[in-house]
Every structure is written in structure tokens, then in C-alpha cells.
């Protein structure tokens, strides 16, 4: 008779079934997953201040009245076609090496006439974007 006892066999764990489980997860939340969306513009937006900022001589300016006319570097367009704007754009912006576009629009300008304008530069490849804007006087 033989009274030692038997060593248990050891037990072998196969863990491939939950690796693969655990990969097919990680799949399945990468592939879910929503990210953030940003925007193609990039736009400083301003802010009104006491401080005056000097022009810089080497921006383009846009402006944009209430009957929707364009101005750019003061030179009024024939009119406001896309095709007009970015060509004007493409004049104003000759010898410059990136410069901003500052937007003055008229407190009365249509939203969709910014929106062009912004449309035009960024087809062109610009985002350096700024809007000019006057110190609110307080009574």
C-alpha cells in the first residue's frame, strides 16, 4: 500500500479566450467612441478694451457695410460673389507672408455675409481671422 499522497496535476490556465475577448472590446470602444469635432476655421475672437491696439500695416482688411457691399483694404468690390471675394483677397495678400484678416462688420450686416468672407480666407488657406470691434461707450 502506498499512503503518500498524489501532487495534483498543476492546473494550466489558458487565457487566449480572454485575451481575444478582451481585444474585441477594445475594438468595439475605439470604433464606438465619438470624438470631439473641430472646426476648419480657426478665429481669434476679440475682445473690446480700454487699451488701443496699433494697425498693423501688413493685415488685409474686410469690410462689410449693411447692404451687404464688401470692402477690402477700403477698395469697395464690384460685388459680393464668392469668386470676387476671393480674388480681391488673393490681390490684397500679394508680398505678405500670412497675414491677419480683420473683419469690421456693420452691426446691421447679414451673419451670411461673414460667413462668406470667412469661407473665402479659409479657402485661400488663411486663419489668422480677427474682428474689429469699438469700446462700448457706458452713460
Known sequence: MNFRKEK???VNLDITPLIDVVFL????????TTFEHNSEINITLPS???????AKPDAVNVGLDAQGNVYINDNAL????????KNALSEALVGLNEP?????????????SVVKVMDAARQLGLVR???ATQ???EE
Request: overall charge negative; cysteine-free; charged content about 20%.
Open 48 to 54: 473690446s478694451s480700454k487699451e488701443v491696439t496699433e
Open 8 to 10: 495534483p496535476e498543476p
Open 129 to 131: 481671422i480677427t474682428f
Open 135 to 137: 469700446e462700448i461707450q
Open 100 to 112: 491677419p484678416i480683420i473683419i469690421s462688420a456693420d452691426a446691421d450686416a447679414s451673419h451670411q
Open 25 to 32: 472590446l477594445l475594438i468595439f470602444f475605439m470604433v464606438s
Open 78 to 85: 464690384v460685388n459680393a460673389q464668392m469668386e470676387t471675394i
